[in-house]
């Protein structure tokens, strides 16, 4: 019995002796990571439910690790966040996509628009406006193509501060939309208090949609809610053309998912956008 605790106890240590040296690994390369251009924006594309078209896409980071791989982000951007270095990646993501969708827009689709994933420490930062006004110099992106989406739970941190940056966000004339919603504790009408445009409903409460089920319940609640403060509701998460089917119904305006595509590169988003156009 003793020897099985042992060699258990010997067979965990190597496991975490691995995994906190494939950490420091990881955080070592990451400071190398964009000098190296080892960072690529995958994207996702976003589906206006009333005319089925690509209205937009969501960028979304992935690093490609000379050693490991292509990594998602979760196996990099929760070290990003502790080290800070979240930072100088947000700022590489915002104006690679803006720049992407500038281009997108040049070659006749002047509609689309994108959308950037800010973390809590990003909010944080007082330089997230100017540089948010700066990329949008730079790149000459019309600030309404560009949505900020920021997760209810990082909103609510210190809300009274979100309440200012989102304030000078939508001055700008950028869209800021509510990621995750449903996941955290706040109400829609608490929500009201921020100047948002639109509000994205987890991709959790996708599952069983559809069928006499919670789930169906509560997206059905949240799409009433969100219409009757004039907000823009999207639902993510969206596989089966059953889930569809339920959100068109219940009046939802926006959807992502496998459905119509995985996160792919800008190319093949390019090919997507024409291909939903003419078919
Ligand atoms: P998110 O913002 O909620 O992004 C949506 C995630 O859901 C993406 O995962 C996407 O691939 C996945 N997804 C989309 N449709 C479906 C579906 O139908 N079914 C399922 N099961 N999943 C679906 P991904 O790319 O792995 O990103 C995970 C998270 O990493 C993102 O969640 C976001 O919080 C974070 N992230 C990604 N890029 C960035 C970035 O540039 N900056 C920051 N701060 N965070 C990022």
New binding site residues.
């Given amino acids: 019995r003793k020897e099985t605790w042992r060699n258990t106890y010997k067979f965990y240590a190597k496991e975490i002796g691995e995994a906190s040296s494939q950490r420091m690994d990881l955080e070592l390369s990451l400071r190398r990571a964009i000098d190296n251009k080892e960072l690529v ?2 994207y ?1 594309p976003v589906i206006d439910l009333g005319s089925h078209e690509i209205i937009g896409a ?5 690093w490609n690790h000379p050693e490991f791989g292509l990594l ?3 196996k990099f ?1 929760p070290i ?2 502790e080290t800070g270095f ?1 930072i100088e ?2 700022k590489w ?1 915002l104006y690679e ?1 803006c720049k992407q969708a500038k281009a997108w827009q040049e070659i006749g689709h002047e509609s689309i628009f994108i959308a ?4 809590a420490i ?1 909010l944080d930062q007082s330089q997230l406006i100017n540089h948010v006004a700066g990329v949008l110099h730079t790149t000459e992106l019309n600030p309404n193509r560009l949505e900020l ?1 920021i ?1 209810e739970s990082v909103l609510m941190q210190d809300a009274e501060a979100s309440i200012r940056t989102l304030h000078e966000l939508k001055q700008m004339g950028v869209r800021i939309a509510v ?2 919603f449903g996941t955290g504790y706040s109400s829609l009408s608490y929500l009201r208090r921020f100047p948002i445009d639109i509000i ?1 409903i ?2 959790s409460f ?1 599952k069983d949609m559809g069928s006499d089920s919670d789930n169906s319940a509560i997206v059905t609640a949240i799409i009433a809610l969100a219409k009757s403060l004039d907000l823009t509701v999207e639902a ?4 089966t053309q059953a889930q569809l089917d339920f959100l068109h119904k219940a009046g939802c305006h926006h959807a ?4 119509f595509s ?2 792919v590169t800008a190319d093949k988003l390019f090919a997507l956008i024409e291909q939903r156009k003419t078919g």
Avoid at 58 to 62: D, I, K, Q, S
Avoid at 236 to 239: A, Q, R
């Fill in positions: 924006l995958h996702q969501e960028a979304l980071v992935r998602m982000p979760d951007i990003a966040d979240i990646i947000g993501v996509a950037v994933n800010i973390s990003e989406e997760t990621d995750d994205k987890d991709r996708a993510g998460g969206v596989e992502q998912g496998y459905l995985h996160p």
